[in-house]
Antibody, heavy 121, light 106 residues
Framework: QVQLQESGPGLVKPWETLSLTCTVS????????WSWIRQPPGRGLEYIGY???????YYNPSLKSRVTISVATSKNQFSLKVTSVTAADTAVYYC???????????????WGQGTLVTVSP | IQLTQSPSSLSASVGDRVTITCRAS??????LAWYQQEPGKAPKLLIS???TLQSGVPSKFSGSGSATDFTLTISSLQPEDFVTYYC?????????FGQGTRLEIK
């Protein structure tokens, strides 16, 4: 059974860097697309970006200047960094797996449970 | 690509059939997915490609549409169905989501 688990600090100070790691179990990270998505409390879902197992990345233009997603295949993990955070970055952060069907984008079929990150002094 | 769901909330009774609509700001062929999200949990993929039901998802859920107009229909509502539903386009990056439809018990 494939599982994804987010880990990292739940509290980050304004203007510092948010860092999260997603550990994948039950599946090799050496395939597929690995994404981050966030959801501010009581609000909708925002796509952050993906890393392909080869290291290729895509970032949502709305966050591109502040986001880095990387993969560590030897550890079966991938990570998210968001720099210069503000209160607007407070959200539940989900890591997820995407399967590419041959056209369009990948389809996000499996999510981690999510982790709440609060930006506060 | 902007996705607009309607309604934002919907009241229905157990046993009812309901339809949620998702409209795309440009044509996306059949590249539309639907997710179900329970409070405090991650979204669950129900349908991709506008109408392809995911393995293990009950046949009470069905999707249809193409280009800019899509629907999710849920029949024979049960208490566990009264949660929030999101549409999402998988046509092009950045992937985008609708704002969500909260299904409430009448």
């Amino acid at each position: 059974q494939v599982q994804l688990q987010e880990s990292g600090p739940g509290l980050v100070k304004p203007w510092e860097t948010l860092s999260l790691t997603c550990t994948v179990s039950g599946d090799s990270i050496n395939s597929d697309y690995w994404s981050w998505i966030r959801q501010p409390p009581g609000r909708g879902l925002e796509y952050i970006g993906y890393v392909y197992y080869s290291g290729t990345t895509y970032y949502n233009p709305s966050l591109k200047s502040r986001v880095t997603i990387s993969v560590a295949t030897s550890k079966n993990q991938f990570s998210l960094k968001v720099t210069s955070v503000t209160a607007a970055d407070t959200a539940v952060y989900y890591c997820a797996r995407g399967l590419y069907p041959g056209s369009g984008t990948d389809i996000i079929d499996l999510w981690g449970q999510g982790t709440l990150v609060t930006v506060s002094p | 690509i902007q996705l607009t769901q309607s309604p934002s909330s919907l009241s229905a009774s157990v046993g009812d059939r309901v339809t949620i609509t998702c409209r795309a700001s440009q044509g996306i062929s059949s590249y539309l997915a639907w997710y179900q999200q329970e409070p405090g949990k991650a979204p669950k993929l129900l349908i991709s490609g506008a109408s392809t039901l995911q393995s293990g998802v009950p046949s009470k859920f069905s999707g249809s549409g193409s280009a800019t107009d899509f629907t999710l229909t849920i029949s024979s509502l049960q208490p566990e169905d009264f949660v929030t539903y999101y549409c999402q386009q998988h046509h092009s990056y950045p992937i985008t989501f609708g704002q969500g439809t909260r299904l409430e018990i009448k």
